[in-house]
């Protein structure tokens, strides 16, 4: 239980810095960002936001720092992520709301369908190594060098502009009301197609490389000739002894980088226009809707954090060794 | 072995090998490689126990992974045959068997203990399991409960509560661990076990009780064992028979008696000089000057000769063959590896023979 | 970057081997290695770029010309934009931005890497947790989000700005496999004994610990470029740097900001990515370099697969494969 324990306490720490991070960077950052914020708002902004906003930024002189960072936190608890600028008057939290469940959709099911892929190809890989599987690596290291976004742009190209195969943007027919018909369904899945498949691709490359090493890695501890020497199938020695140790360090490295690829990701949707969170984000981005930005930022940490939990029991599960006490 | 005469061998008494290798040669590497082992020749007679010593390096490790086809890349066979002998007397190849054949005699035939308990098992499952999973791939019909119960059964034949069954092996000490991994070799009561320095890493106090309750599970069981360790004095103890190899190869192969109150071969008198005959504090091997040759770039002659205090001209130039000894006397099953018991192959190569220093010819 | 991330897992076992003392027969051998020469061969020509390609540029990449949206020509390498811009020059004159944000970040990060991975490896205890715990929380916070905020308020971020942005963010990784090696370092005898010498730390840090980190400071180094690469072409990219400062994410911004993509423009966007694969890939392959010269398990053999082939050898666990092929001249 002392694994839990410690890994519950720091993500914690985790969720602190990163929102201590978010209080920082708009005071310490130079200019006037309330001043920056209503010339974007573009008089949309009343003037009863003012204050608002400047709680969000600690611009209010009057107040020392301390205090506004105890006012940020307790505006956080309430689950108050400040008002957005762009969609008027909404409330940040209710913006990110919307998009949240497209993102997890798409980012969260193409980034497991790439892990589970690309690990049980890199098994293959560097268990049956000086094969012809070999000659996988260097496209697997050609498409882990590629950025993701523009990988994105290649299969638009191809696909949607040259074959007409799937729609470049968008993320279900916009002549459909949302509801939960099996048309809509049809229809978000074969939005959802190619960006998934974009973040299939370009990022599998890394499972496969890494999952790779780690058998080779494995395949020459003694457990894997013990079990050899046992004269146990192959399939028991691939998947019991080596593949089943392999995967520890590629969980955990799962975790860890998680954040790069959800970064990674979040470009997709900016590419195909799909509405999620990243999606969201760059369009808080360009229009200096400052509090939205933060908020995206906030709510992808907490995302990151929760799949890395959700690693970590997957961990547990795999590893009798965390699970020791004392 | 084969390099004994035929007459001699006619002669052996307890003539009855259960594994026979012959003229194993390995190589290291595929492209550019190192010749770690050069035809090297041993036999394992049934029910015996064979000490195989050396330096770390000489080879003695890659013998018993290469007779068994589990040497890791990029190690390669290279040539020669390993012939096992059942129970019925039909004989075997094991260099020539296909994967299917070689996946149902391994375990069942011959059973490895390896050298780091500590890593020799697999540490996401309960040691239960991989005790049973041996069992189970060589006999169909068996259930799991059955394969877990014969499994408590050997547990308890080490020493170990079989309600050990279902812990972790981190959860075991370091002795128990290899308690476990010899409950695990002997799960199909196979006719020979390999172990491979089974007693390096734990302290003297364990390494005594492993040693003992091998001797006992042998004498009750009656399996072969081949020993491999650099501790001669261990040996001494244990082995009926012991093979010392340098540098990838046999250079003395005699009774436990002979190699220890008569060694022919100098580096075996060195060996034996370096290890105090007593249990002590182990010690680094002080007895011969040098180390051991670069394996990748082996000079001809006598491997050995640099370090050898009893080398001439001939040593250079001529590589000793493993032979019968030149003492009037001694075991004629005993065979060694030096010039200086070969005066004929001396003689034939245009070199002056010389005789076998006395320290080497002690009665 | 999860390629790299793996490395951590391994670190610790591998630490035996990186350790030991680089004689100069094994720098040679790490020159041998085909990937690692092929991913310099690479990088030397994209500084060799970075460096001259400003002059040798044929065209002015901001000048318009009546070439509008031409397809590669002698005229134009690469075609050009959709008011005549020459895409050529402009990949040209960008490779410099791209490679100084890069190097300028990549040394940022693994200074700052080096300096808190070894002082946690070096000090232990509390220190050690606390750094552990900062370098976890960098790692695990979304980098490129958080890079898009930050730069996102900044009023103007030019290249440097955006390098030193990435270093604050990106130097997490390079730290924690440091720390790791620095503490398996400490165990050793070498270390302790000059310890019990009562050598200074900062002796005993530059002069024992830093030589015997150099494979793993280069292989985080290249793999913090690459990152830093990465993410500043994507910031150029979606727009949220300077779009007038030429790097390959700014040709990919405009291609994209004026419908290449759906006038079948494909020289736009095409080299550019191409460029970004190639740097990537280079980087990559140094790095593969450097990691099996640290670990020589994973050399995959050194040897080609068809010769192997021909005399019927497949290396694999467990089965050692056997060839006759020795001489048997004994009885």
């Known amino acids: 239980m002392r694994f839990f324990v410690r890994r519950i306490i720091f993500y914690a720490i985790t969720l602190w810095a990163?929102?201590?991070?978010?209080?920082?960077?708009?005071?310490?950052?130079?200019?006037?960002?309330?001043?920056?914020?209503?010339?974007?708002?573009?008089?949309?902004?009343?003037?009863?936001?003012?204050?608002?906003?400047?709680?969000?930024?600690?611009?209010?002189?009057?107040?020392?720092?301390?205090?506004?960072?105890?006012?940020?936190?307790?505006?956080?608890?309430?689950?108050?992520?400040?008002?957005?600028?762009?969609?008027?008057?909404?409330?940040?939290?209710?913006?990110?709301?919307?998009?949240?469940?497209?993102?997890?959709?798409?980012?969260?099911?193409?980034?497991?369908?790439?892990?589970?892929?690309?690990?049980?190809?890199?098994?293959?890989?560097?268990?049956?190594?000086g094969t012809w599987a070999d000659s996988l690596l260097p496209i697997s290291t050609f498409f882990s060098a590629v950025p993701y976004f523009w990988l994105a742009l290649i299969a638009i190209a191809i696909f949607s502009v040259a074959l007409g195969w799937f729609p470049s943007s968008g993320s279900y027919d916009r002549n459909m009301v949302p509801n939960l018909s099996w048309d809509f369904i049809g229809s978000v899945i074969y939005y959802g197609t190619l960006p998934a498949l974009t973040i299939v691709i370009s990022s599998i490359s890394g499972w496969i490389l890494g999952m790779r090493n780690m058998m080779v890695t494995v395949s020459s501890e003694d457990y894997v000739t013990v079990a050899q020497a046992k004269g146990l199938s192959e399939r028991k020695v691939l998947f019991g002894y080596a593949a089943r140790n392999a995967i520890l360090p590629q969980v955990s490295s799962f975790a860890l980088s998680l954040g790069f690829i959800v970064g990674g990701t979040l470009i997709m949707e900016i590419v195909f226009s799909y509405q999620g969170i990243g999606f969201l984000l760059f369009n808080a981005v360009n229009a200096k809707d400052y509090p939205l930005m933060q908020g995206c930022f906030l709510v992808i940490t907490i995302a990151v954090l929760a799949a890395n939990i959700l690693a970590d029991f997957v961990y547990g599960a795999l590893d009798p060794r965390t699970r020791q006490e004392g | 072995?084969?390099?004994?005469?035929?007459?001699?061998?006619?002669?052996?008494?307890?003539?009855?090998?259960?594994?026979?290798?012959?003229?194993?040669?390995?190589?290291?590497?595929?492209?550019?490689?190192?010749?770690?082992?050069?035809?090297?020749?041993?036999?394992?007679?049934?029910?015996?126990?064979?000490?195989?010593?050396?330096?770390?390096?000489?080879?003695?490790?890659?013998?018993?992974?290469?007779?068994?086809?589990?040497?890791?890349?990029?190690g390669l066979i290279t040539g020669g045959q390993v012939l096992f002998t059942d129970r019925d007397g039909t004989q075997s190849d094991i260099l020539a068997m296909n994967d299917s054949d070689l996946r149902a005699s391994r375990w069942q035939d011959m059973a490895i203990v390896f050298q780091g308990a500590m890593n020799s098992l697999n540490p996401v499952f309960r040691i239960g399991r991989q005790i049973a999973d041996g069992i189970q791939a060589h006999k169909p019909g068996i259930s799991k409960k059955e394969a877990l119960e014969r499994a408590g059964e050997l547990l308890d034949m080490v020493g170990i509560s079989a309600d050990r069954l279902r812990d972790y092996p981190h959860q075991l000490s370091g002795g128990m661990r290899q308690r476990v991994m010899i409950a695990m070799a002997l799960a199909l009561d196979p006719q020979v076990l390999i172990m491979d320095e089974p007693t390096t890493a734990l302290d003297v106090v364990m390494q005594r009780q492993i040693v003992e309750q091998i001797a006992e599970l042998r004498e009750r069981l009656g399996f072969s064992v081949i020993f491999i360790t650099h501790d001669v004095s261990l040996l001494i103890e244990i082995a009926d028979r012991i093979a010392i190899m340098y540098a990838g190869e046999i250079v003395e192969d005699a009774s436990s008696q002979d190699v220890y109150r008569r060694p022919r071969h100098p580096y075996a008198d060195g060996l034996l000089h370096s290890f105090p005959p007593l249990r002590g504090p182990r010690r680094e091997l002080g007895g011969i000057p040098g180390s051991p040759p670069d394996m990748s770039k082996l000079p001809t002659g006598c491997p050995f000769r640099d370090r050898c205090e009893f080398a001439w001209d001939a040593c250079a130039a001529i590589t000793p063959e493993l032979t019968g000894t030149a003492v009037a006397g001694d075991d004629p099953r005993r065979t060694v590896a030096c010039l200086r018991h070969t005066p004929d192959l001396v003689q034939a190569a245009g070199f002056e023979p010389k005789p076998v220093p006395e320290r080497l010819a002690l009665r | 970057m999860s390629i790299d991330s793996e490395v951590l897992e391994r670190d610790l076992d591998v630490a035996q081997e990186a350790a030991a003392p680089t004689s100069p027969r094994r720098k040679f051998l790490f020159m041998r290695n085909t990937k690692a020469l092929t991913g310099l061969v690479i990088l030397g020509f994209f500084t060799l770029m970075a460096i001259i390609g400003p002059w040798i540029a044929p065209y002015d990449p901001d000048a318009r010309s009546k070439d509008v949206l031409q397809p590669p020509s002698w005229d134009h390498l690469f075609g050009t934009t959709h008011i005549g811009q020459d895409v050529f020059s402009q990949i040209l004159v960008g490779t410099r931005g791209v490679m100084v944000v890069g190097f300028v970040a990549g040394i940022v990060a693994t200074t700052i890497g080096?300096?808190?991975?070894?002082?946690?490896?070096?000090?232990?205890?509390?220190?050690?947790?606390?750094?552990?715990?900062?370098?976890?929380?960098f790692l695990v916070i979304p980098q490129l989000p958080l890079i898009i905020i930050i730069a996102g308020q900044l009023p103007s971020a030019g290249g440097l700005t955006v390098a030193l942005v990435i270093a604050a963010t990106g130097w997490a990784w390079g730290a924690r496999v440091l720390r790791a090696q620095t503490l398996s370092l400490r165990k050793r005898d070498f270390i302790e004994a000059a310890r019990a010498n009562g050598e200074k730390s900062w002796r005993i840090i530059t002069a024992e610990i830093l030589p015997n980190l150099t494979a793993i400071i280069a292989a985080g180094f290249v793999g913090t470029v690459g990152f830093a690469v990465l993410s500043q072409i994507t910031l150029s990219f979606i727009g949220i740097t300077s779009v007038s400062e030429w790097n390959w994410g700014t040709v990919l911004f405009w291609a994209?900001?004026?419908?290449?993509?759906?006038?079948?423009?494909?020289?736009?966007?095409?080299?550019?990515?191409?460029?970004?694969?190639?740097?990537?890939?280079?980087?990559?392959?140094?790095?593969?370099?450097?990691?099996?010269?640290?670990?020589?398990?994973?050399?995959?053999?050194?040897?080609?697969?068809r010769k192997l082939r021909k005399r019927q050898i497949r290396p694999r666990i467990g089965f050692t494969p056997v060839v006759h092929e020795a001489k048997e001249d004994r009885s």
């Open chain 3, 256 to 305: 994209q900001a004026q419908l290449a993509l759906q006038q079948g423009a494909w020289w736009w966007f095409v080299p550019a990515g191409l460029c970004i694969a190639l740097l990537g890939m280079s980087l990559t392959l140094i790095n593969f370099g450097i990691d099996e010269f640290v670990n020589p398990r994973l050399r995959s053999t050194g040897l080609n697969a």
């Open chain 2, 1 to 74: 072995m084969s390099a004994v005469p035929e007459l001699q061998r006619a002669a052996r008494p307890a003539h009855d090998p259960v594994l026979e290798i012959k003229n194993l040669s390995v190589d290291y590497g595929y492209d550019d490689p190192t010749h770690v082992l050069r035809q090297v020749s041993l036999n394992l007679n049934r029910g015996e126990v064979l000490g195989l010593a050396g330096e770390s390096g000489c080879g003695k490790s890659t013998l018993a992974y290469a007779a068994t086809r589990l040497l890791p890349p990029p």
């Open chain 1, 18 to 129: 990163a929102i201590t991070i978010n209080f920082f960077i708009p005071r310490v950052m130079p200019g006037d960002p309330v001043q920056a914020a209503i010339a974007a708002g573009g008089g949309t902004i009343s003037p009863d936001a003012i204050p608002a906003l400047q709680a969000l930024f600690g611009i209010d002189p009057t107040q020392s720092l301390w205090s506004q960072y105890v006012d940020y936190l307790q505006m956080l608890a309430h689950g108050d992520l400040g008002t957005s600028f762009t969609y008027i008057g909404s409330p940040v939290l209710d913006v990110i709301k919307q998009a949240l469940p497209w993102t997890i959709g798409l980012v969260g099911i193409a980034t497991i369908i790439s892990f589970v892929i690309g690990t049980l190809i890199g098994s293959g890989i560097g268990w049956r190594r």
């Open chain 3, 114 to 137: 080096v300096l808190i991975g070894v002082t946690a490896g070096y000090i232990g205890g509390f220190g050690d947790e606390g750094l552990s715990a900062l370098s976890n929380v």
